[in-house]
């Protein structure tokens, strides 16, 4: 069955071999198994379900683009393959025409919009036809929590069950967190699927986090290592984004810029500078990047961190999409942190939805302290399972790194947490290792503790990183929430009976560049 899969790739598609993940995609569908495919954009989803509609009767193609189903039609005529779209750009007689020929098993293909579900009347025609597979495209939108929902997605199931026979059911999607695969599975009511989450791998992406203070700095230098290249710097907010534009003009780089407060012919003409190269940085708040499809740009900076992995790795990826070496570098301050919990907490949604972007909020603020591979670390979280241990094109797995052992400072931090019967946030911990004499401390009888000013060598800030790194590698964790709790995770009893040691990777030579440009 895959070796005939291959040949139509060919034949039909002209390409020599399935992209990542392809394979095991249409495999699976041809098994017959309802079959959930996650591929970033650009992964090659349309191949996933065109190829397989070759070999089965009819699929319906439930896309809710409808500006671009026009296009994918004609793609797919211009390949030789028979295929229609139903969507409310057609009058009644082209309609008509068109479900006269599908009853006849004319099309391979049938893109519709979801929204024709909604009308009993047409649900009773499209229902007559048979269908074997049912394709749902940017099947996050039926999730309340994804995105975009659409609430015309949800009348996909029922329509299903109105069918003479089951389809196999294949969804897609980009996004990959767990509340939106569960919805997908379960609003859709897939039968037992198998689930792929494939393609997150930027092999050409150079992964970097920097810590601390000197944002400004390193933005300056970089630039002008890197003058002749393209390169976008994303900032947290409009006036960051003035600020920073300003400072790189005084400068003399050729910086543009972008964010929602500039008028629509203003952002257009930024935009169109940028993709032509007549600037050559664009500094802009997360509102630009959105469909601009510019292949050769050499380096993302973010100014500050993002709400999460999903919007950063979104923007992060559109770097090097040519497949030429990029680097996407994130430059981290605690600010950064209060900021989006800020963000959380002053929003209107509801209490669940707030957890999930706390959770989602530490996930980003460990990538920051992880020492673990960073590209492992964003792949492991997208669900992809063969993440790598070691990438050797990240921070740290770059070879200017060293293992320091950590293990004597990690039980100190350790024990008192335990000691302060974890109810206190990070810094607080930090104040009494420290051994501060700060109000709060003294108040609580905390300078009374055997844990007071056990770290009292070392900076209170780098206390606090070394707490921050604790929590990314999972010995302790960090209650939800405006005012989060430091606690402890199982993962923190070996460590404090003394049966495992604790490492941490430290940066040897900090004037180095961050890639070796040659
Ligand atoms: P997505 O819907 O996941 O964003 P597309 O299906 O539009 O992605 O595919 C992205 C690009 O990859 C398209 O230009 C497509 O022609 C190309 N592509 C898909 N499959 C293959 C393949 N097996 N080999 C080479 N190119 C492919």
Not at 118 to 145: G, Y
Not at 485 to 491: A, D, F, N, T, W
């Amino acid at each position: 069955m895959m070796q005939k899969a291959a040949g139509l790739l060919k034949k039909y598609f002209g390409y020599p071999s399935f992209k990542s993940g392809q394979e095991q995609i249409i495999g699976s569908i041809l098994q017959g198994r309802d079959t959930v495919g996650i591929m970033p954009t650009g992964g090659g989803k349309s191949i996933c379900y065109q190829l397989p509609a070759l070999l089965y009767g009819t699929t319906l193609v439930i896309s809710p683009l409808i500006s671009l189903m026009k296009d994918q039609v004609d793609d797919l005529r211009g390949h030789g393959i028979t295929a229609a779209f139903i969507n409310s750009s057609l009058d009644y007689r082209e309609l008509s025409a068109v479900l006269a020929q599908a009853r006849r098993g004319r099309y391979k293909l049938i893109y519709m919009a979801p929204e024709r579900l909604e009308s009993e009347q047409f649900t009773d025609m499209v229902k007559e036809l048979d269908i074997q597979l049912l394709a749902v495209d940017e099947a996050h939108c039926i999730s309340q929590w994804g995105h975009d929902f659409r609430p015309a997605y949800l009348s996909i199931a029922p329509f299903v069950k109105e069918l003479k026979r089951r389809p196999v059911i294949a969804a897609f999607t980009a996004t990959a967190t767990t509340e939106v695969t569960r919805d997908m599975v379960n609003l859709l009511a897939l039968d037992q699927p198998n689930v792929f989450v494939t393609g997150f791998d930027r092999a050409n992406l150079f992964f970097a986090v920097i810590n601390g203070a000197g944002k400004r700095d390193f933005v300056e230098s970089y630039l002008a290592e890197n003058r002749d290249k393209s390169g976008i710097i994303y900032a947290a907010t409009r006036k960051d984004v003035d600020q920073i534009h300003t400072f790189l003009q005084q400068k003399g780089f050729a910086a543009g810029k972008y964010h929602a407060g500039m008028t629509a012919p203003e952002r257009e003409l930024s935009q169109e500078q940028f993709i032509y190269d007549e600037i050559r940085v664009m500094v802009a708040t997360n509102a630009f990047g959105m469909g601009i499809d510019k292949s050769n740009v050499r380096y993302v900076i973010h100014y500050h961190m993002p709400k999460n992995l999903e919007a950063y790795y979104q923007e992060a990826g559109r770097a090097g999409r040519d497949d030429g070496p990029a680097e996407c570098i994130l430059l981290f301050s605690p600010q950064d942190v209060q900021i989006q919990r800020f963000l959380i907490e002053s929003s209107t949604a509801s209490p669940e939805r707030r957890d999930s972007e706390y959770r989602k909020l530490q996930s980003m603020v460990d990538y920051c302290h992880t020492s673990r591979c960073l590209r492992g670390y964003i792949l492991q979280y997208f669900g992809q399972s063969e993440a790598p241990e070691n990438c050797a094109g990240c921070s740290n797995c770059s070879s200017d790194r060293e293992l320091v052992d950590i293990t004597m400072e990690a039980q100190k931090i350790l024990s008192c947490v335990w000691r302060m019967r974890e109810q206190f946030g990070v810094n607080m911990v930090a104040s009494v290792l420290k051994g501060s004499r700060n109000k709060k401390v003294l108040r609580n009888g905390f300078d009374k503790l055997t844990s007071y000013g056990l770290l009292q060598d070392y900076p209170e800030k780098e206390i606090q990183h070394l707490i921050k790194v604790l929590i990314a590698e999972g010995y302790i964790g960090l209650t939800d929430g405006q005012y989060p709790v430091v606690r402890l995770l199982p993962g923190a009893a070996p460590v404090l009976k003394g049966e495992k040691r604790v490492f941490r990777q430290v940066r040897l030579k900090k004037s180095q560049p961050l890639l070796d440009q040659s």
